[in-house]
């Protein structure tokens, strides 16, 4: 095997910190890893998100603390704009606890 050599890569990685790369970026790994050959475009299929998460980890994915911060105030907000309003918040929000309590 040779070895390949990526050119650019800090430009799509931005202002990410050291070791931190897109979600969407870590779902390609997973997949190459795993030999998955289906893609995960459109609608979020509930149902396979603990077998998804299971993978990640399995190859050392994680979500970094300052994600589940920032996660954790945007759903302490939501919540307060809720109850302010009487509005039910989005649906996704019971994904992100669930996320936030599998780390």
């Given at each position: 095997g040779g070895t390949t050599r990526v050119v650019g890569l800090q430009n799509c990685l931005g202002n990410l910190d050291r070791n931190v790369i897109h979600a969407c970026h870590a779902g390609a790994l997973v997949?190459?890893?795993?030999?998955?050959?289906?893609?995960?475009?459109?609608?979020?299929?509930?149902?396979?998100?603990?077998?998804?998460?299971?993978k990640a980890r399995k190859h050392g994915f994680n979500i970094p603390a300052s994600t589940t911060s920032a996660i954790a105030r945007h759903q302490h907000c939501l919540r307060r704009q809720e109850e302010a309003t009487g509005r039910q918040g989005r649906h996704y929000e019971d994904a992100l606890d669930a996320a936030l309590h599998a780390v």
């Open positions: 997949h190459y890893l795993e030999g998955w050959s289906h893609h995960e475009t459109g609608a979020v299929d509930p149902t396979a998100l603990d077998m998804v998460w299971s």
